[in-house]
């Protein structure tokens, strides 16, 4: 595990050079708030992370309810007791395993690792413009219907979950990046990913923070680049509906 720090922010990067997975340690005054429990070995690692913080996490906060991002939600919950688990309300049902559709949704199936018996049941469920101690929620819907990304509103770092990916290229989730193909592979709506990578650039992140690859500072400029890509690209624009 790799371990970088930007002011509030510490990345927790495990399998850096293989298949990189990122959670966040955000630093508030009476403890931590962890964003995302990345896979079940992660958990050993994230606990001592904190114990060198000397601080407790109080909250555990989900972008959304991938595998590789809910993996170690059991086994912190078991040692964190006390700790709330955050998600949003639309991913709250597929954390249980529930990928059906909501009937405003474009018709496509969810995909990558929806988690099957996770135990853990969230204690809030989130919506848009939600605080959870400095950090404001962010809906950014795409690669999974209810994903959410967390801005400081301290400091403007902004931490995406897989609404955009670094590893393997810098790409708005769903554009296939060859050396790094698996967010593109499980992004739900290219479309919705599109317009909420645009929604996220407009709140001018200091700092870009995501699921997989390092943190990119003052990244205005680049993602820029990576939504003109994307709106030129006719994948994005396409209403698709049955997976076509």
């Known amino acids: 595990m790799k371990t970088t720090t930007v002011q509030t922010v510490t990345q927790l990067a495990f399998l850096p050079r293989v298949f990189p997975i990122n959670c966040y340690l955000v630093e508030e005054q009476e403890g931590l708030t962890l964003i995302d429990a990345g896979m079940p070995f992660c958990k050993n690692g994230i606990l001592k992370a904190a114990s060198r913080l000397r601080k407790p996490i109080r909250r555990i906060v989900l972008t959304h309810a991938h595998q590789d991002h809910v993996g170690a939600l059991d086994g912190l919950k078991n040692a964190l007791p006390e700790a709330q688990v955050y998600i949003s309300a639309r991913d709250a049902r597929l954390l249980a395993g529930d990928v059906s559709l909501m009937s405003h949704e474009p018709n496509l199936p969810v995909r990558g690792g929806v988690p099957k018996g996770i135990k853990t049941k969230p204690d809030v469920l989130l919506q848009d ?116």
Do not use: C, Y
């Open 129 to 244: 413009g939600d605080m959870i101690g400095s950090l404001q929620a962010v809906a950014a819907a795409g690669h999974t219907p209810g994903s959410m990304a967390f801005l400081d509103v301290r400091n403007r770092i902004l931490i995406a979950g897989d609404a955009i990916q670094v590893r393997g290229g810098l790409a708005v989730s769903g554009k296939l990046m060859p050396l790094f193909p698996f967010p593109a592979m499980a992004t739900w709506s290219k479309r919705e990913a599109l317009a909420s990578a645009q929604k996220l650039r407009r709140l001018e992140p200091s700092l870009l923070a995501v699921g997989h690859g390092r943190m990119l500072a003052q990244p205005g400029s680049d993602l820029d680049r990576v939504i003109a890509e994307a709106e030129a690209d006719p994948a994005f624009s396409r209403l698709q509906t049955g997976g076509k």
